[in-house]
T-cell receptor
Framework: RKEVEQDPGPFNVPEGATVAFNCTYS??????FFWYRQDCRKEPKLLMS???SGNEDGRFTAQLNRASQYISLLIRDSKLSDSATYLC????????????FGSGTRLLVRP | NAGVTQTPKFQVLKTGQSMTLQCAQD?????MSWYRQDPGMGLRLIHY???????DQGEVPNGYNVSRSTTEDFPLRLLSAAPSQTSVYFC??????????????FGPGTRLTVL
């Protein structure tokens, strides 16, 4: 079983739609969680951190469910510019401080 | 600030050749790392460093060497290239400790093909 699992998609949605991505992680001791965005043939960039209480940044909402080891990202009012791959990332915060990346969910927003 | 820079952007090697991928950052970050990204596999950690003179292995270290003589530079050496090392390589850096590792800043990547 992969340490971080995501639905690869692609999710193909019209502009203005609401779309949700899910991610599960296997290490119950994991401490920190993030969503990164990666545009085609570009490097990943941090989109937002995920806090236990849930957090929102404009049209983006991230939630964490520790009991189910589940992270979600909700995008409201999708824009064409949201088309990208969204990477779920977990930091187990063990002594090595390694980040574990999911393989990503691809989003295509159509006009 | 230039952030994280990588050279070259593209490289084609023949099996058995060696080369060094360069990575530099100007943000005074302690933590630097190398990843490879293959289709459907996500980013996998090759080697990482928590400061000058300190390096350690990641998930897929075989066939690669690193060194960290300065805070700024973290080169990745391919000892004897193999077709299985065809991939996109990303270097990243971040602050170390207090959870700062979560926000990693990535370089633009090196696309390597081994024939």
């Amino acid at each position: 079983r992969k340490e971080v699992e995501q639905d690869p998609g692609p999710f193909n949605v019209p502009e203005g739609a609401t779309v949700a991505f899910n991610c599960t992680y296997s290490n119950s001791a994991s401490q920190s969680f993030f969503w990164y965005r990666q545009d085609c043939r570009k490097e990943p960039k941090l989109l937002m951190s995920v806090y236990s209480s849930g957090n929102e940044d404009g049209r983006f909402t991230a939630q964490l469910n520790r009991a189910s080891q589940y992270i979600s990202l909700l995008i409201r009012d999708s824009k064409l510019s949201d088309s990208a791959t969204y990477l779920c990332v977990v930091n187990p915060r063990d002594s090595s401080y390694k980040l574990i990346f999911g393989s990503g969910t691809r989003l295509l927003v159509r006009p | 600030n230039a952030g994280v820079t990588q050279t070259p952007k593209f490289q084609v090697l023949k099996t058995g050749q060696s080369m060094t991928l360069q990575c530099a950052q100007d943000m005074n970050h302690e933590y630097m790392s190398w990843y490879r990204q293959d289709p459907g596999m996500g980013l996998r950690l090759i080697h990482y460093s928590v400061g000058a003179g300190i390096t350690d292995q990641g998930e897929v270290p075989n066939g690669y060497n690193v060194s960290r003589s300065t805070t700024e530079d973290f080169p990745l050496r391919l000892l004897s290239a193999a077709p299985s090392q065809t991939s996109v390589y990303f270097c990243a850096s971040s602050y170390y400790g207090s959870g700062g590792e979560g926000e990693q800043f990535f370089g633009p990547g090196t696309r390597l093909t081994v024939l």
